[in-house]
């Protein structure tokens, strides 16, 4: 998860137009009859890499570690292409339709499970060996697998929490969590922004509501639901969302969120500055934050856990991952790079945006993310299990739109209830249209 960019359609099809006559590895192979990894490149290779336009300093870092693998061997080039994040998924759709997937794809990690089920992706289990398996956070390697298979990983972990200046909840005289374990419940939380805006803050929460709602919904507000008991789908066997998504508790939850927008709490946030021009007092959102946030406000900055909306808290977790499609005729060469972006130096460079890195030896020698450190509550959550990942099924597209529609609803002040009732009821609709989605190999 990370800020997300809005587009034009003819920008998106200019980028995948320029993508598709790029080729990748030369001539396409037939479903099924992709390679995998067998310890050796065969020959030299040329390979076609996309990935998300995310924040600068993300796209950056990877330009970087392109250009730092090209320069360090001859057997294989990697020639990138970056495509806007906001349409991202609809372009891999598109080019897998086509024939015309790269060699290598970038995709947010929820999106996995469609694409491995559409056989988009070669499976990685004989490429990744066995010590960096042992590396890997275990939530990395978790959201890489579909159907008992590996078919992609990620490079960093998410975290989500509140950002929240310290000066201004001591002025409001609200307590600040330390951890999941005293986190403010919804009502205390409700409360406290009233403090706030008691103490001088008009509109003192930020929800990010400015953002493109592509995965941001799903990611940073889910974990109201599930806090609640609810969840976006039965988790038993992702077979259906009636009953789940729409229960009593999922309704009462939104309805509280849906108490700060009509109470004009939530700053609109136009200028993507609410939180650091200093009009809202707490920002709901993600690691992607931390370097601007930290920057801003220094040691007057914390990061809380989210509300705990009546079962303990839940939070975000899981992010973008790397995959070798089935485009490609030599796996061996597309992972020799992707293996490259889990070296020290790229992987520092994913702390140094706030993210925390998917290796453990790297994770445990960054300061920030140690015992007392501004970002340590991100790896509790994750150690802890408060943070959850998305439902791991090829349905996935179809919940996060559906949940995209709900909080779209809570926001102009409709009716909760009729709207997570349609979403229930189109996430069903998508498992039936799919005979339940039975894998295909």
Not at 240 to 260: C, E, F, P, R
Request: net charge negative; hydrophobic share 40%.
């Amino acid at each position: 998860m990370r800020k997300r960019t809005t587009v034009s359609v003819v920008l998106a099809a200019a980028s995948l137009a320029l993508v598709a006559c790029g080729g990748g590895s030369g001539t396409s192979q037939a479903a099924g009859t992709a390679s995998t990894c067998n310890g050796k490149i065969d020959g030299k290779r040329t390979l076609s890499a996309w990935f998300h336009t995310g924040q600068g300093d993300e796209r950056t870092a990877f330009e970087q570690a392109v250009n730092a693998f090209n320069a360090k061997q001859s057997d294989v080039v990697v020639k990138p292409t970056f495509i806007p994040e906001g349409s991202y998924n609809e372009q891999v759709k598109a080019a897998a339709a086509s024939g015309s997937l790269p060699d290598i794809l970038d995709f947010d990690g929820p999106n996995l499970y469609n694409y491995a089920w559409n056989g988009n992706l070669q499976p990685l289990d004989t490429c990744v060996s066995q010590q960096l398996r042992a590396d890997l956070l275990p939530t990395i390697i978790k959201q890489g697998i579909y159907n008992t298979k590996l078919y992609g990983v990620g490079t960093a972990e998410s975290g989500l929490g509140l950002y929240v200046r310290k000066s201004a909840f001591v002025k409001a005289g609200v307590r600040i969590p330390t951890s999941t374990a005293d986190a403010w419940t919804a009502a205390e939380f409700t409360d406290a922004l009233a403090k706030l805006r008691a103490a001088g803050f008009a509109k003192p929460l930020d929800l990010q509501i400015n953002q493109d709602q592509g995965e941001w919904y799903a990611y940073g507000f889910a974990p109201i639901i599930e806090s609640a008991g609810a969840d976006v789908i039965s988790r038993a066997n992702f077979d259906k969302a009636d009953g789940v998504i729409n229960s009593s508790a999922s309704v009462a939850a939104l309805t509280v969120m849906q108490g700060w927008f009509k109470n004009e709490y939530v700053d609109a946030n136009t200028d993507d500055a609410a939180f650091t021009a200093g009009r809202a007092a707490v920002s709901w959102v993600g690691h992607w934050k931390y370097a601007g946030y930290s920057k801003k406000w220094g040691d007057d900055l914390a990061i809380v856990p989210l509300p705990n909306f009546g079962t303990g808290v839940r939070t975000g977790e899981g992010s973008w991952q790397w995959g070798i499609t089935k485009h490609t005729e030599d796996a061996d060469a597309a992972w020799a790079f992707i293996s490259s972006l889990f070296e020290d130096t790229y992987q520092k460079q994913v702390a140094a945006n706030g993210a925390i890195p998917a290796s453990k030896p790297v994770l445990n020698t960054i300061p920030q993310f140690a015992a007392g450190g501004p970002e340590r509550l991100y790896v509790d959550q994750l150690d802890s299990g408060a943070a959850l990942p998305r439902p791991a099924t090829p349905a996935y597209p179809t919940i996060s739109l559906a949940f995209n529609k709900v909080i779209a609803t809570v926001r102009s002040g409709g009716n909760v209830q009729t709207a997570l009732d349609q979403a229930a009821k189109s996430i069903d609709q998508d498992i039936k249209d799919n005979d339940g989605y039975p894998p295909k190999s």
